[in-house]
């Protein structure tokens, strides 16, 4: 595939999950849960929770395994062998991603796995952090494809 | 102790610049264990006392996303306590009793 084809699909791919992702986080920005016991008694709130955690987890796979190869080929930079800080300090140089943030993104996802059993208070405290990660991501995301109209 | 000097120091960096004063982080699990290999980094953050819970999730994020910046992402488990609230988490009773203490910040 040429360059420009593995970014029209990356950034399809991309597309796809932004779209429903902004959806699902405007519906929970409607009327958020408070609680994680009144977010448990709404079936339709733990819909959308998963939903958003869903999204949130296949963009960021998608920004990482697709995107961010798709655009360094497409701007002709070296990266084949360049391990993945390398990549990123890289885009950061380039203006179309902040290290840490995507770090942060990063922790908020691999703890998705495994988050505080038993301890409400700290898990509705970790989910809403996830959903600010979200938040953030789709930015990115949106601002990624403004750089890219813009080299 | 398998650790890497570089880790420790990763590890001291990342508590100092996510925790305050008083705070402990004790390196237990199979890292502490010199006849095993690889596996993750379980470490025990003890702070000396309770916060909020999104002060407490925020600064466990902070904590990791230092440690993700200092020596790649990696799979890295962090369990917090605090001195002054009682907890009976299983794998805190163990991580107290085999932990090595890395850093007092």
Known sequence: ?????????????????????????????ASPATTWPALEN??????L???ILFRFIKLQDAVGERLIPATLASLREPFEESPMRDRLNRLEKLG???VDSWLFWREVRNRLAHEYPDQPELRFAALLAAIEAAQGLVALCQSWRNRLQTE | MRLQPKEITAVTQAAQ?????????????SRV?????GGDIDLLV????????????????????RLYRLLDEQ???VVMTAQDQPDARSVVARAKREGIKLVQV
């Open chain 1, 1 to 29: 595939m040429r360059p420009a084809d593995k970014l029209a699909t990356a950034l399809a791919e991309v597309a796809s999950h932004s779209t429903v992702l902004v959806q699902a986080l405007a519906e929970w920005q």
């Open chain 1, 42 to 47: 709404e079936r339709a709130q733990v819909r």
């Open chain 1, 49 to 51: 929770v998963d939903q």
């Open chain 1, 96 to 98: 179309f991603l902040d």
């Open chain 2, 17 to 29: 610049h996510a925790f305050i004063p008083g705070t402990g982080v004790f390196l237990f699990g």
């Open chain 2, 33 to 37: 264990d010199d006849a095993k290999r």
């Open chain 2, 46 to 65: 003890e702070l000396p006392a309770s916060l909020p819970a999104e002060e407490w999730v925020r600064r466990r994020s902070r904590f990791v996303t």
């Open chain 2, 75 to 77: 799979r890295i488990d």
